[in-house]
């Protein structure tokens, strides 16, 4: 987040940077582990067979889609 803040977040305060980079590492390990908690009780390894071997498609964007929703909220109504 250090970095993005140099490069294209420069209209985001010191503090919105680490409260973001908080958000981050935290709602991205929980979605990867709610992901993992699906495909368990599915009884499956991979989500699918477009990435063979990378657990499918859902495990590459599984943190995305749980961390971009609490971002947009985060930059809307919180960080006014």
């Given amino acids: 987040m250090v970095i ?3 490069l294209i977040l420069d209209f985001l ?3 919105s ?3 973001l980079g ?3 590492g935290i709602i991205g390990q929980l979605g990867d582990l709610i992901e993992s908690l699906f495909k368990r009780d ?3 390894k991979d989500s699918s067979n477009i ?3 990378h657990g499918g498609i859902f495990d590459r964007f599984d943190s995305l889609l ?3 929703p609490v971002i ?3 930059l809307m109504y919180i960080n006014r």
């Fill in 4 to 6: 993005a803040r140099f």
């Fill in 13 to 15: 305060s010191w503090s």
């Fill in 17 to 19: 940077i680490i409260i």
């Fill in 22 to 24: 908080v958000i981050i």
């Fill in 42 to 44: 599915a009884v499956v």
């Fill in 51 to 53: 990435i063979p071997g």
């Fill in 66 to 68: 749980y961390t971009a």
């Fill in 72 to 74: 947009f909220l985060y």
